[in-house]
């Protein structure tokens, strides 16, 4: 039986910064001419899908935006559901709040009025934020991070990420948050899946991270390929909770994949 469907990571697994990734067009143009579904998902909490038709399209990967996901597109989605009317503190950047705002949702600067804090990454974050956040969190509010994500691949260089945002209001505050939502958290499974459109059966999963991109596959009962592109490699696997069914070198190995029947697999 073949798959159908394929979820692939953006940030170092198909691309750096801008640039492609050695070996991912190849294994995107393998997967393509597979008949494989494809469908991004990010853990980018700032930039809409339509960005990333753009982005992509320059590093030669065409996609539309409805598929595309992102960490923004779940957080929005989760909070339209659970808290389409509370005031939003929200800790991250420009392009968050306008996500935001576009879907309707309201944000306040005021300690007193917020009744959710969402916590992003943002460059510019400070002791300030850190002592703002940790006082719109005395009350009890919920505490929610648009993804979990510590580290993410940049052009040069990995930087810090949401998680490091999350991670630092979380120790002051000494709370963890309710809820992170971008993978492998159970919105996202649930918009992946729904936007995918074939059966978790029949769908792979590629990234480049054991304990977002592989952890959601395991979770969604998808078939897992781990990529040493981004920000983990093969030694990894070994301390780590996640199995994959699969360890490659790029994108390009896909064809290691397809060629097999289904059944118990490792690197």
């Given amino acids: 039986m073949d798959y159908e469907g394929i979820v692939l ?3 170092g697994t198909v691309v750096r910064g801008d640039e492609p990734i050695d070996g991912a067009s190849e294994g995107y143009r393998i997967a393509a ?3 494989l579904e494809p469908l991004f998902v990010s853990n980018n909490p700032t930039k809409p899908p339509a960005a990333y038709v ?9 996609v539309d935006a409805d598929r595309v996901i992102t960490a923004g597109t779940v957080t929005v989605e989760y909070l339209k559901r659970h808290h389409a ?3 939003l503190f929200v800790i991250g950047e420009s392009g968050l709040f306008k996500l935001l705002s576009s879907a309707g949702l309201s944000t ?3 300690i007193e009025d917020a009744e959710v804090l969402l916590a992003s990454l943002d460059r510019k974050f400070d002791y300030e934020d850190l002592s703002r956040a940790l006082w719109v969190l005395e009350d009890g509010i919920p505490f929610l991070g648009t993804d979990p994500d510590v580290v993410i691949p940049a052009r040069e260089r990995d930087v810090p990420g949401s998680g490091a945002v999350i991670n630092a209001i979380a120790g002051v505050a000494e709370r963890e948050p309710d809820l992170v939502c971008g993978k492998p958290s ?6 992946v899946t729904r936007r995918i459109g074939v059966a978790p059966e029949d769908c792979l999963v590629v990234g480049d991270r054991l304990d977002t991109d592989v952890a959601l596959g395991e ?3 998808m078939t897992t390929a781990l990529v040493t592109t981004g920000v983990t490699d093969e030694a990894d696997v070994a301390d780590s909770p996640y199995d994959p069914d699969y360890v490659l070198d790029s994108l390009a190995d896909i064809d290691r994949i397809l060629r097999v029947d289904r059944g118990p697999r490792s690197g």
């Fill in 186 to 191: 159970d919105p996202a499974i649930d918009l």
């Fill in 108 to 110: 306040t600067e005021s």
């Fill in 54 to 62: 753009d982005r992509l399209g320059s590093a030669g990967f065409a």
């Fill in 9 to 11: 990571d953006v940030d």
């Fill in 219 to 221: 979770r969604a009962g």
């Fill in 85 to 87: 009317d509370d005031e």
């Fill in 33 to 35: 001419e597979a008949g």
